[in-house]
């Protein structure tokens, strides 16, 4: 079978250990990170953000060890500057007002155009890259995969909390995001070359100037012979990336083997996908999502074990039984806005919530 190798990017928080705030100290700890993870470390337009990158990995397996290890270095960086480390999709309390951007011509360029709506982009997610084999089968993947996106969005929510106050939304990361444009879920394309035709006219029209600035929860990567996952908040725990990396594994290679069998999915209308995505971020795993083929809502719970039914045939022959099994702890320890409420509501406390995260962020290290 195809290999679907993985790479995984996970955006954590800068914190200050007295004030509990974002501190604007990325550079410094891109700058040492350079030294030892090259490229496997990056800066992003706020510097209270630091964005570390794996390898490409052959297995979900290699995937934990590296995402493992990038953390650890990000730790020690961090500590040696004597800042914290946080993962979750948005600060607690932190003022995007309050926060530096990074000087870089790139981010200058986003600034000029967007904005306020740039500048308060300031939130923390988990990209995973899952290897196809051409950009044509890519697009009929994404096309099937678009309706799962809800559900694995769910199990990542960790961003209840926005500017000093409870949202009411599991994740209001997303909401953030969806003032950029080119977000959300994509359109259904009948081939890469419909797609392409799509960039080329947005590059021609300059909307953008590269198919990098098409934002959406999924894509087929403009550069890179991968599908690229990008709607899931950074987890607390590394186990909990890891067991999303491999969900997402699975469904890419359970589609693909679909296509061999000459076997298709349906896929749904974005419009419809959209309203699952909204009881996601809204309600996380603790709601319903809706079962267009029953037309009806299904308890969350309910539709984990119809996903971990329909990747069942492909979890050995990727070797991620064990991981994808994490989603079980998941489910009954809660998301990390789960926890995080858990916390707020019996402490009444922002601050303690933000040790909180710190200290789930070292989890399993």
């Known amino acids: 079978m195809a290999t679907f190798t993985l790479g995984i990017e996970e955006e954590f928080q800068t914190i200050d250990p007295v004030t509990r705030n974002l501190r604007s100290h990325m550079s410094k700890l891109v700058e040492d990170g350079k030294i030892t993870l090259k490229e496997r470390v990056k800066a992003e337009m706020h510097q209270a953000v630091v964005e570390v990158g794996t390898n490409i990995c052959h297995n979900i397996q290699e995937a934990r060890e590296e995402v ?47 904005r306020d709506v740039a500048r308060g982009n300031l939130i923390f997610g988990l990209h995973v890259h899952v290897g196809i084999e051409s950009r044509n089968e890519g697009i009929q993947i994404m096309n099937a995969v678009r309706y799962f996106l809800p559900h694995i969005y769910a199990l990542s929510t960790n961003s209840p909390f926005w500017c000093g106050r409870n ?17 959300g879920i994509p359109d259904f394309f009948s081939s890469a070359s419909e797609y392409d ?29 991968t599908i690229e996952f990008r709607m899931c908040d ?21 589609i693909h083997k679909l296509h061999r069998m000459n076997l298709s999915f349906r896929p749904y209308h974005r419009m419809l996908i959209n309203e699952n995505k909204w009881r996601a971020a809204r309600y996380g795993i603790q709601g319903k999502l809706i079962d267009f083929g029953k037309q009806e ?7 984990v074990v119809e996903l971990l039914e329909f990747i069942d045939d492909v979890v050995d022959e990727l070797g991620s039984r064990n991981e994808i099994d994490y989603i079980h702890q998941i489910m009954e320890m809660g998301t990390g806005a789960d926890r995080q409420l858990a916390v707020y509501e019996k402490t009444g406390d922002m601050n303690a919530v933000v040790d909180y995260i710190v200290e ?4 399993g290290l």
């Open 197 to 225: 035709e799509y960039v080329e006219l947005l590059v021609k029209t300059k909307c953008i100037d590269n198919g990098k600035k098409i934002w959406w929860d999924i894509r087929v990567h403009p550069f890179f012979n």
């Open 234 to 254: 950074v987890p607390m725990r590394t186990d909990e990336t890891i067991c999303l990396a491999a969900i997402m594994q699975a469904l890419v290679a359970k």
């Open 68 to 114: 493992t290890y990038l953390r650890k270095m990000i730790l020690d960086l961090a500590a040696k500057q004597d800042l914290r480390v946080a993962a979750a999709g948005t600060h607690p309390f932190a003022d995007w007002v309050d926060q530096l951007i990074t000087p870089d011509p790139r981010y200058d360029e986003i600034i000029d155009e967007m």
């Open 360 to 363: 789930e962020t070292k989890v």
């Open 297 to 303: 809502e299904v308890e969350y719970k309910i539709l």
């Open 167 to 183: 949202t009411g939304f599991k994740s209001y990361r997303s909401k953030v995001f969806d003032k950029f444009p080119r977000t």
